[in-house]
């Protein structure tokens, strides 16, 4: 397999929405922690994580998280 | 710091408490540490040791019993999902530390076995006592280095 990393939108999602970590973290139950890094790619986030995230922001998962060598 | 951190919710409650179980571990590596060391020192110096031991088991004690009591009487059923979830990056660092301190352990063991048949070897309680710090202060410090905070990132960022 591939060692094709993880890349997301969290940050520009949080902005359009005007959330902090911190907002983000408590609406999906999560530590901040946990969104802080997975945001610069210290975390790749579970399914479920990725799929609360996605749910949060009422959005497909697709546009949140991609494999870094889609281009 | 924003008052959503300040107010804390079970998922912060649970990475705070995780690093304390940690640094609780690492406490109780150092009181084996010191007794281990107990072995090579003059009676006098070992009674000096002896309190540090001390001083180190009631640190983790102190550390940890607030973890105990915590889950026992203070944790909001509703929020026993969110607590004991393995979803979380701090979960993840402790895994991860656990693994590096199996690794380090078996190699010491392996290591300790080979001391072990040599001419004027130790009490078997040092052996235990070095495993033990090796395997407990490995296991803390790696997940101590693992977890550090990347720094909050507000909406400015």
């Given at each position: 397999m591939p060692d094709a990393g993880l890349e997301n939108r969290i940050r520009v999602f949080r902005a359009e929405h005007r959330m902090t970590q911190a907002d983000l973290a408590r609406a999906i139950g999560v530590s901040r922690k946990t969104i802080s890094t997975i945001e610069v790619g210290r975390f790749v986030p579970s399914t479920v994580i990725a799929l609360l995230i996605a749910r949060h922001f009422d959005v497909p998962v697709e546009e949140i998280f991609s494999l870094a060598d889609e281009g | 710091m924003p008052s959503s951190i300040t107010s804390a919710s079970p998922a912060e409650a649970k990475d705070r408490h995780i690093r304390m179980a940690a640094l609780g571990l690492l406490l109780i590596a150092l009181k084996f540490g010191l007794d281990a060391t107990?072995?090579?020192?003059s009676p006098q110096t070992a009674e000096l040791l002896d309190y540090g031991t001390i001083a180190a088991s009631i640190g983790a004690v102190l550390l940890i019993l607030p973890l105990v009591f915590y889950k026992v009487f203070r944790l909001d059923p509703r929020d026993r999902a969110v607590y004991f979830s393995d979803q979380s990056f701090a979960m993840d660092a402790l895994k991860r530390a656990q693994v590096f301190s199996w690794s380090v352990t078996f190699l010491l063991l392996v290591f300790l076995e080979i001391l072990?048949?040599?001419?004027g070897a130790l009490a078997p309680e040092f052996y235990l006592q070095v495993a033990l710090t090796v395997m407990l202060g490995s296991a803390a410090v790696a997940f101590l280095v693992l977890s550090r905070d990347p720094g909050e990132e507000g909406l400015d960022a």
């Open positions: - | 107990a072995h090579f020192v072990v048949d040599e001419p």
